[in-house]
């Protein structure tokens, strides 16, 4: 059983292509059906998929000693951890960051259990041994932590899921019922990063503007398109831009171990594939067309 959450639709070009090409196994891909972010070229999306899971610099900043590891796997919990990636670093510039991307869901098990699985070094050094974890996952939480429970940093993993709340309305308005939106997330961080919680609920009313909860900001503000939330799109979009560029053009001056937008765990090898021809990469979209597509994120309520 092999089981994929690609995060963008150069990953799902290359999981898919992968999957079509296996025989004898039982693959799951959970993808959605409107167009997707483009956060990595195909190039790296193809080396990504075929590790499983790997940091991505372009939107980290921990130099190697990260204070907070933000996780994700999914389409939109992606957007959601880079979303609330970019919250924390407005307001806590400081604080050092590693963000970690999952497409393989099977790489979370140790080696014994799955043939895709991690060695506990690899594990370790992507999810650290003793930093927390916030986790935002596509299914149902208990998922990572069955998957991940003989893992060194297993009492650090602090996992946003599916709650059952909701019905098929927006994907923002799924996370925001199942507390998987980017305030939340930012907020889980804020409460577990040590240079930040001496100070207790401080980070509440930094990253909220004193409205409480993420809920009841969405309700005041998000909803009357208020300036606050929107901040964080407008920074994703640059990110966005940003990632693809890097991704395309990474240097191993900016990070010695590693030749794409990605690091994985240097003992763990790519899971070859053949392919008889080159997949082809998503047409990357236009500045108007992610302009219009946040619009519709933020407007349909």
């Not at 900043?61 to 933000?70: A, E, F, L, W, Y």
């Not at 994700?72 to 919250?87: R, Y």
């Not at 009492?155 to 305030?183: A, C, K, Q, S, W």
Request: aromatic residues 6%.
């Amino acid at each position: 059983m092999r089981i994929y959450l690609p995060p963008d639709a150069n990953c799902l070009l290359s999981v898919a292509d992968h999957c079509l090409r296996s025989r004898n196994y039982i693959n799951l891909i959970v993808a959605g059906k409107q167009p997707e972010w483009q956060w990595l070229d195909i190039e790296s999306a193809t080396r990504h998929c075929a590790i499983g899971a790997g940091i991505w610099h372009w939107a980290s900043n921990d130099d190697g000693d990260p204070d907070v590891v933000m996780a994700c796997a999914g389409d939109i919990p992606t957007l959601e951890t880079l979303a609330a990636v970019t919250l924390l670093r407005t307001h806590y510039p400081d604080i050092r960051i590693r963000v970690v991307n999952v497409v393989d869901l099977m790489v979370l098990q140790p080696q014994s259990e799955h043939p895709h699985g991690m060695e506990d070094q690899d594990f370790d050094e992507l999810f650290t041994r003793d930093k927390p974890v916030i986790f935002a996952f596509h299914g149902y939480s208990a998922m990572i932590h069955k998957l991940t429970y003989r893992r060194h940093n297993h009492h650090n993993i602090h996992v946003r899921g599916y709650r059952e709340e909701g019905t098929t309305t927006t994907p923002f308005d799924m996370v925001v019922l199942n507390n998987l939106d980017r305030f939340q997330l930012a907020l889980d961080a804020t409460s577990r990063i040590p240079p930040i919680q001496p100070s207790g609920r401080k980070g509440d009313g930094v990253l909220l503007g004193g409205h409480g909860t993420p809920q009841a900001l969405y309700q005041r503000t998000w909803r009357r398109h208020a300036g606050g939330p929107r901040l964080a799109v407008e920074g994703l979009a640059r990110w966005q831009c940003l990632a693809v560029k890097r991704s395309s053009s990474h240097s191993t001056a900016a990070h010695p171990r590693s030749n794409s937008a990605c690091t994985v765990p240097r003992h763990r090898k790519p899971r070859g594939c053949s392919r008889a021809k080159p997949i082809q990469s998503a047409k990357k979209p236009d500045n108007s067309t992610l302009e219009m597509r946040m619009a519709m994120l933020w407007r349909s309520a």
